[in-house]
């Protein structure tokens, strides 16, 4: 039986994915072979050492020691691009609030009493809150994976003409991309030409505090610019900088700060990006399946720490092997296996960084003697049978 230990509220569609009898899902379980988490942070946690997957229901895993999880042997995965539409439609949301003014007009509207000729103090004081339409506008679009791509793509269907930069842009989002967005060398030309940026970046070491006095220094003053990412890939102080001075017209931000609240120029909101069900309900269920699959199978699929890899299987007994990325492991897990008289019918062998993961379908259990000696190779970081074998 898998064992699954939840955190946070997870949805009920997702949990339902493991609602079979070699499944039991709770809060509290010992020794789980996996975690299902959302916002609970694990780096100062001690993992089980039963623990062989991590599920995040959700895109960003900041919240996981990832570097700790890979030593480790245990392999995290999240639910890129299952909660897309949802942040897609509240960047939508944004460029409106940040053109029209609508925010402002509304607290008007609540902070009046009920009066007599209300109907002419609306259309003498409605000329406070005019502003601009978004077709025609330049919508550059940074980052142009998942959200990215679904971004810019409504940019066109809104009549906006849309400009875009991802230098490591994946074939996959190149398909999903119109062509009629206009490819962009360089950021500093991206902010130069843009009336709105929308940023769809992960927080790495290159794109940590990435907007800058720098890339604000010559943008439109009517530019705004949203950040529905994360906070880190901005540097507010640079933002306020530029808004104070009328260099820049609004921030639109999921990720308020201490030192951002409460600035006239800014529109922020409390990280509800992907605060819809269905997205909710989108990366529960990704991130079940996904986490079946491997533990069934040893496959992996949106894996953040490890190749994604994936073998059909050919017979009821698999073995995957986990180990460091050096020369000749994989010569040593081959001739072990061939040293126990066991036939290899299948096998894939793929790396990511420093980890390497091998699945392999044997015609017959491997023993007690030849599993030890796979571990003993000094490399390997863990080994895992699946299927029926039975050991003392």
């Not at 940040?98 to 259309?123: A, C, M, T």
């Amino acid at each position: 039986m898998y064992k699954i230990r939840t955190y946070n509220t997870i949805s009920v569609k997702g949990l339902n994915r493991f609602s079979r009898e070699d499944y039991e899902v709770a809060g509290e379980l010992p020794h789980p072979d996996a975690f299902l988490i959302r916002s609970q942070k694990l780096h100062d946690m001690e993992f089980p050492e039963s623990l062989k997957a991590i599920g995040r229901a959700g895109a960003g895993v900041n919240n996981v020691p990832l570097e700790r999880c890979s030593e480790e042997g245990v392999v995290v995965f999240n639910a890129p691009g299952a909660n897309a539409n949802a942040v897609k439609e509240l960047v939508l949301a944004g460029m409106l609030l940040g053109s029209r003014d609508i925010y402002e007009g509304i607290k008007f509207v609540e902070s009046l009493e009920k009066q007599d000729g209300l109907d002419p103090l609306l259309e003498k004081e409605k000329k406070r809150f005019a502003g601009t339409e978004l077709i025609g506008k330049t919508l550059g679009v940074v980052g142009l994976g998942n959200i990215g791509s679904l971004v810019a793509n409504m940019g066109l269907a809104l009549g906006m003409k849309v400009i875009g930069y991802d230098p490591a842009i994946s074939v996959e989002a190149a398909w999903r991309l119109s062509s009629d967005v206009e490819k962009m060398d360089n950021l500093n030309s991206l902010f130069g030409r843009a009336d709105y940026i929308s940023l769809h970046l992960p927080v790495l070491e290159s794109t940590r505090g990435l907007v800058s006095d720098n890339l604000l220094a010559n943008v439109n003053p009517s530019l705004v610019l949203l950040n529905f990412a994360r906070g880190e890939i901005v540097d507010n102080e640079a933002v306020m900088r530029a808004l104070n001075e009328q260099r820049m017209h609004r921030y639109v931000s999921d990720f308020p700060a201490n030192e951002t609240l409460r600035h006239p120029g800014m529109l922020q909101m409390p990280h509800i990006g992907a605060s819809t069900g269905e997205a909710e309900e989108n990366c529960a269920i990704m991130v079940a399946d996904q986490l079946m699959d491997f533990l069934e199978n040893g496959n992996i699929s949106n894996s953040v720490n490890f190749p994604n890899i994936s073998l059909p299987r050919t017979t009821p007994v698999r073995v995957t092997v986990s180990n460091r990325n050096v020369p000749k492991v994989l010569n040593q897990i081959t001739a072990i296996i061939a040293d126990h008289d066991i036939n290899i019918v299948d096998m894939l062998n793929k790396s990511r960084a420093d980890i390497a993961y091998n699945i392999i379908d044997l015609e017959a259990c491997p023993s007690d003697s030849s599993l030890e000696a796979l571990r003993s190779i000094e490399e390997v970081v863990n080994v895992r049978v699946l299927g029926s074998c039975n050991y003392s």
